[in-house]
């Protein structure tokens, strides 16, 4: 299974971007890179997604690097709100054409005010 | 348009009792996905169903664990005989129908704690 490695926690001020990394360097080709946080112990909830190319939507911007081996989730203006345990996740398909998410360990993002 | 529902969100067995706990998906999303959670690690992948079918269930326990996700009705995860291993976050995910969909949304988790 492709495996993420992240770093276990990190800080932000509020207001400055968190730029949270992932290294996926056992990727396959067709396997997409997602991310999802998870505040206070809920269910993890959905931020982005992405195969090759950059992507950003309304909560976030996703970087990947042309090897595909890492990326990056950058929150733009980081909140206290946003502190969470942000999961770099390489989804995985089958041998059955099915799909699975491989979660990591997550990086713990503490927003300081 | 509701979420994913769970219940119940707290859950206490006593060692060698059964639990079950269930999961609505989102309306109109067919496939069902469950997760279990240790304190301080991430979610790890236990089965995954269709209506009336499991179709990867290469994370779940050989042994006392089960899953389902009848025609009509919520899915169900069923741990027999549970031990106090068992206690941890079991989180739901729902997608929409396609070939697996795209993300996955979770609902809010039941948290089994075993005595």
């Known amino acids: 299974d492709a495996k993420t490695t992240q770093p276990p926690s990190m800080d932000c001020a509020e207001g400055r971007a968190a730029n949270l990394p992932c290294n996926h360097s056992t990727i396959s080709g067709n396997e997409y890179v997602y991310w999802y946080r998870q505040i206070h112990s809920q269910g993890p909830q959905y931020i982005i997604h992405g195969l090759k190319n950059n992507e950003t939507n309304e909560m976030a911007s996703l970087i990947i690097t042309e090897d595909r081996k890492s990326s990056t989730l950058i929150l733009p203006h980081a909140t206290l709100r946003d502190t969470a345990v942000y999961y770099c996740?390489?989804?995985?398909?089958?041998?059955?054409?099915?799909?699975?998410?491989?979660f990591g360990t997550g990086t713990r993002l503490k927003v300081l005010a | 348009n509701a979420g994913v529902m769970q219940n119940p969100r707290h859950l206490v067995r006593r060692r060698g009792q059964e639990a079950r706990l269930r999961c609505s998906p989102m309306k109109g999303h067919s496939h069902v996905y469950w997760y279990r959670q240790l304190p301080e690690e991430g979610l790890k992948f236990m089965v995954y169903l269709q209506k009336e079918n499991i179709i990867d269930e290469s994370g779940m326990p050989k042994e006392r664990f089960s899953a389902e996700f009848p025609k009509e009705g919520p899915s169900i995860l069923r741990i027999q005989q549970v031990v106090r291993g068992d206690s941890a976050a079991y989180f739901c995910?729902?997608?929409?129908?396609?070939?697996?969909?795209?993300?996955?949304?979770f609902g809010p988790g039941t948290r089994l704690t075993v005595t």
């Open positions: 995910a729902s997608s929409p129908p396609g070939f697996g969909g795209n993300e996955q949304y």
């Open positions: 996740i390489v989804r995985r398909t089958t041998t059955s054409g099915t799909y699975k998410y491989i």
